[in-house]
């Protein structure tokens, strides 16, 4: 429906405007618009969709650079394995990424191994949706000493097969008890995969590794602890209804907790946000027993955490009971909390941090908001770099799921066309390479690309090893391994 809307709404008039300026030939030359997207996650392959629909009058190609030999970025490593309907769209972005104006440049580390300032030798825009790559820290006592404590980050990127996070080594047979801190939707998925029955994670694309440890984990109890109340969570109801929904898991949620929130404050809220908070507000008032589960997952709000208590592996976390400041709106989704003096130690074995991600800057001549972890951008187009653009968490802060990501892609693209069209590039004329030039230069300093076809053999090979496991793949987990199975 959103890309209907799109064709009709929107590209009739950009194909009349661009009709009259190419016919003016005043703007660009008649040599191709290169255009390159740096990140090949569903930022830049939205972006590149909403381009091409745009750009169908205007020659123009399109270079997708991604720093992993594989594209996809959150959509292999981040979603979840449980949740192959969102996975599904890997099937746009091939279609995408096999379009005749688009090119997969795989295995480019842009900021690393090629400066971002000698793109503009190659491209006349170039526009970056490389994520938020780093998670935010708790800054407390045993947070970077105490063994078995992760970020939820490291820990979805264990069982999502993140090379980098390969070596990972959760200790789940040891314990009972594992708390998770924060509550997004990443820290719903970290429960998920600690509750899910061991049948049902093996048909999905988990990694070999993780299958195998949460076989002998021993964890019953996920708790999840956020330093606020329950009109302020970041989850989404899809999620929190698939946790209500595992089967032999039950929820241990306090009905104190919800005694503040009455029809007068439902009412109030937008649909997304009544749907949940009633969904949260019926789970409490269900009858909870430990009876009749094997497996639990708790809701504990105002609380924020103090210190990670242990020898060597975590054994407790000390957490100072919040309250909202004076005056303060319970269902503020900004409420400000402070500490009200009481610590309560809780036990566990484990710890997962999941409380937001910040973007990183790739290369000193990027202009970059440190604070907030995002390129410095006034309506996605960078400060100070004519012909530089963002789009994605890097340019808003890590919020949002893939949907609004979508949104955003063709309000982006529809910028850098209006700025093509109304000749606010300067460089639109000068004759570029394009990816032919990168890829000349990548191979003059002994780096090996990678194309969309080479993605495909490890692609297929990953299925067929997948499928005689009966899984929908199984994940090369080695960079080394992935470039030589590209190259076969």
């Known amino acids: 429906m959103f890309t209907n809307v799109i064709r009709r709404c929107f590209v009739p008039c950009l194909i009349r405007r661009s009709l009259s300026i190419v016919s003016n030939n005043s703007t660009v030359s008649s040599s191709p618009i290169r255009i390159c997207v740096i990140g090949s996650g569903p930022a830049g392959f939205y972006l590149t969709q909403n381009l091409l629909k745009l750009s169908q009058t205007i020659p123009t190609t399109i270079d997708i650079i991604e720093k992993a030999p594989v594209p996809f970025g959150l959509v292999r490593y981040g979603v979840a394995p449980d949740h192959p309907e969102v996975k599904n769209v890997i099937n746009t972005f091939t279609k995408i990424a096999e379009h005749e104006r688009v090119r997969f440049i795989g295995n480019i580390h842009i900021g690393k191994t090629i400066g971002l300032k000698e793109l503009q030798e190659f491209y006349h825009i170039i526009v970056l949706a490389y994520g938020s790559s780093v998670e935010r820290n708790l800054h407390i006592p045993g947070e970077t000493t105490l063994e078995n404590v992760f970020s939820a980050k490291d820990f979805v990127g264990w069982y999502n097969g993140v090379p980098d996070n390969a070596q990972l080594r959760p200790q789940l047979n040891h314990t009972d008890q594992a708390i998770i801190i924060g509550m997004g939707n990443v820290a719903l998925d970290c429960a998920r995969m600690l509750l899910s029955s061991i049948d049902d994670l093996a048909k999905t694309d988990i990694t070999d590794i993780a299958l195998d440890t949460l076989r002998q984990s021993r964890i019953r109890h996920v708790i999840l602890v956020a330093r606020r109340g329950p009109m302020q969570v970041s989850f989404t109801i899809k999620e929190l209804r698939e946790l209500t929904k595992l089967n032999g898991v039950q929820s241990m949620l306090n009905k104190e907790d919800f005694n503040q929130i009455d029809q007068i404050m439902i009412d109030k809220l937008e649909r997304p946000r009544k749907r949940l908070t009633e969904l949260m507000l019926k789970t409490a008032r269900t009858k909870q027993s430990q009876n009749n589960a094997e497996r639990f997952w708790y809701l504990k709000f105002w609380r924020r955490p103090k210190q990670l208590n242990g020898k060597t592996l975590v054994e407790s976390v000390d957490f100072?009971?919040?309250?909202?400041?004076?005056?303060?709106?319970?269902?503020?989704?900004?409420?400000?909390?402070?500490?009200?003096?009481?610590?309560?130690?809780?036990?566990?074995g484990l710890v997962?941090?999941?409380?937001?991600?910040?973007?990183?800057?790739?290369?000193?001549?990027?202009?970059?908001?440190?604070?907030?972890?995002?390129?410095?951008?006034?309506?996605?187009?960078?400060?100070?770099?004519?012909?530089?653009?963002?789009?994605?968490?890097?340019?808003?802060?890590?919020?949002?799921?893939?949907?609004?990501?979508?949104?955003?892609?063709?309000?982006?693209?529809?910028r850098i066309m209006e700025d093509v069209e109304q000749g606010h590039l300067t460089n639109l004329h000068d004759v570029k390479s394009g990816g032919d030039g990168l890829i000349a230069l990548a191979k003059s300093r002994q780096i090996r690309c990678i194309s969309y076809e080479d993605w495909k053999k490890l692609d297929a090979h990953e299925t067929n090893l997948g499928h005689t496991k009966g899984k929908p793949r199984e994940k090369i987990l080695n960079i080394q391994k992935m470039l030589e199975l590209t190259a076969s």
Do not use: M
């Open 320 to 348: 100072e009971h919040t309250e909202s400041v004076a005056n303060g709106d319970f269902s503020d989704p900004n409420l400000s909390v402070q500490p009200n003096g009481t610590i309560e130690t809780i036990p566990c």
């Open 352 to 414: 997962i941090k999941s409380i937001g991600y910040y973007g990183v800057q790739i290369d000193p001549w990027l202009p970059f908001d440190t604070e907030r972890g995002i390129i410095r951008n006034r309506q996605y187009r960078i400060d100070d770099r004519p012909g530089f653009y963002c789009t994605g968490w890097i340019g808003r802060g890590a919020r949002g799921v893939i949907a609004e990501t979508t949104t955003e892609s063709h309000t982006v693209a529809k």
